[in-house]
């Protein structure tokens, strides 16, 4: 299917973008739209034990179709400061990985924590305009749910040393999206060579 392997590619250009830090290359005129959740579902995966959480994430898209962006706050929900964290990103098309930033979001163990309580917002200085009928259409902005994108948090490094980790639930996640991907290609597959079994 034609469109699936352009929002595919989108979708691999977006996880280049963030494994090297977005705001690297991007170009600072560039506006974007927020892409709607009836076509690509950006959900934030159930951790409770977890000391932090996603707040206002946006998948975005760049308003000439070629980049993605995702944006999004962290609480720290828990008691102790935060160091050092991994936040990833995992789509149903079976790709995924680390989404980086700045200060702890970075990989870097510096002296910058985030505080119980507080929230750090990303150094995002992307220009968002409104969705129009006439930017939907020309970015093919219509019809279902066509991938659906997770965000979630695998380890965290707390300012006295400790550690959490929620291995399980991301190799579960990881799991099961490759799993799909993989049975979304063969129904591909059939549909182009319905002889084979």
Request: one cysteine or more.
């Amino acid at each position: 299917m034609r469109y699936r392997s352009i929002v595919l590619f989108l979708l691999l250009s977006c996880l280049a973008n963030t494994a090297i830090g977005q705001e690297s290359k991007r170009d600072e005129n560039q506006s974007y739209v927020v892409v709607p959740n009836e076509l690509i579902l950006l959900v934030i995966a159930s951790q409770p034990e977890a000391p932090i959480r996603f707040e206002e994430a946006n998948l975005l898209m760049s308003v000439d179709g070629r980049d993605l962006a995702i944006t999004y706050n962290l609480y720290n929900s828990g008691a102790k400061p935060i160091r050092y964290l991994a936040p990833y990103m995992w789509t149903s098309f079976g790709t995924g990985g680390t989404l980086t930033g700045s200060r702890p979001l970075s990989g870097a163990i510096t002296g910058q924590l985030i505080q119980p309580g507080q929230t750090i917002k990303q150094d995002s200085n992307h220009k968002i305009v409104p969705l129009t009928a006439e930017l939907r259409e020309k970015l093919k902005l219509r019809g279902s749910v066509k991938a659906m994108v997770v965000l979630m948090v695998k380890n965290i490094t707390f300012a006295d040393g400790t550690t959490y980790s929620d291995d399980s639930t991301f190799r579960a996640t990881q799991s099961y999206f490759e799993d799909l991907s993989d049975k979304m290609n063969r129904l591909e597959s059939l549909k182009h060579h319905p002889k084979q079994k």
